[in-house]
């Protein structure tokens, strides 16, 4: 597994590079290299390097290990293999959040939404954890993902109301709700980085105590598991990773669900190896994929949201149609 993870950094890396290199104007990787190391801004190519590509590529990078790692504290927490941050409606949450603070009260730069998108992230994952927890069998998998997916529907009508009736917040909401990692200068990512940095943190802080919960909490318990403090653990880095993203980049469906997975077809249950391989493999995935979005079409480009949900959608039928999921 130790060869495997170092096999992941190093295609991460070329990801990286390729990420640099590759759009609308092919780029090599020598000129990457100098824009990087001897900045020159009097050259335009350097300039589409350093002012464009860059702040793109950290984007993806950080967004893309936060939903990945976000996707597993999920599928851990709750013990469903097919949950992601979607389906359990947290990004619905953070989305409402956002759509509230661009139409209510104006906000329109991408670091102001990031409270009201952690709100809106916090909020959801409490409420699907609480009514999932009705009844005497407890929070068990399909109640959760019934929870998630009825609060989630709710907030989506409620941000299409809010976005449907003022223009000027459709204007900005229509871009941001498909999910895009460009567009953003490195400023814009000072806020988003620490927030991220923290909650894959305090996912991998959570690692030991959530294999221990995948027994079931009362054997969790007897082994010296503090189960209530490893939920809030998991709580909070839940909304720092999906809250922050969504605020960052906007909702991308897909790379929760299934970066985990395959993930697990190689690490196993170890919710260690999981946590760190999803962190090197999310990223990859997301800058590959706006790789894509970027050379496919003849003119302009599909936005990585679009990609993810255009590749997601086989593998979730996949995944549903196997004989057994990856074990959790």
């Not at 490893?230 to 980049?249: C, E, F, M, N, Q």
């Amino acid at each position: 597994l130790g060869v495997g993870l170092l096999v992941a950094a190093v295609v991460l890396v070329l990801a990286v590079v390729t990420s640099l290199a590759v759009g609308a104007r092919a780029i090599d990787p020598t000129t990457v290299v100098r824009a990087l190391v001897s900045y020159d801004d009097a050259d335009p190519l350097h300039l589409m390097v350093r002012e464009l590509r860059v702040p793109r590529t950290v984007l993806a990078v950080v967004v893309g290990a936060a939903l990945a790692v976000c996707g597993a504290l999920i599928q851990a927490f709750t013990r469903n293999p097919l949950a992601d941050p979607g389906i359990l409606g947290v990004n619905a949450g953070a989305s409402l959040a956002v759509t509230f603070a661009v139409a209510v009260l104006g906000l329109t730069t991408p670091g102001t939404y990031v409270p009201f998108a952690l709100l809106g992230a916090l909020t959801l994952t409490v409420l699907v954890y609480v009514l999932g927890s009705f009844g005497l069998s407890g929070a068990t998998p399909m109640k959760l993902t019934l929870a998630g997916v009825a609060l989630g529907a709710t907030c989506t009508g409620f941000t299409t109301a809010l976005v449907l009736h003022d223009r000027s917040t459709l204007q900005v909401m229509r871009f941001w709700s498909v999910g895009s990692v460009g567009g953003h200068t490195l400023d814009q990512l000072v806020w988003a980085i620490p927030l991220i940095a923290a909650g894959l943190v305090l996912a991998l802080v959570s690692a030991r105590s959530l294999n221990a919960l995948a027994l079931g909490d009362d054997l969790a318990q007897s082994l010296g598991t503090r189960v209530a403090a490893t939920r809030v653990v998991v709580i909070v880095a839940v909304t720092l990773l999906a809250g922050t993203s969504v605020a960052a980049a906007g909702p991308i469906a897909f790379v929760g669900i299934m970066i985990p997975h395959t993930v697990r077809w190689f690490t196993g249950p170890d919710q260690r190896w999981v946590l760190l391989y999803s962190m090197l493999v999310g990223p990859t995935f997301l800058l590959l994929a706006d790789v894509l979005g970027r050379v496919v079409l003849p003119t302009g480009e599909l936005r990585v949201g679009i990609v993810t949900g255009l590749l997601g959608a086989p593998v979730l039928v996949a995944l549903v149609r196997r004989k057994q999921v990856s074990g959790l």
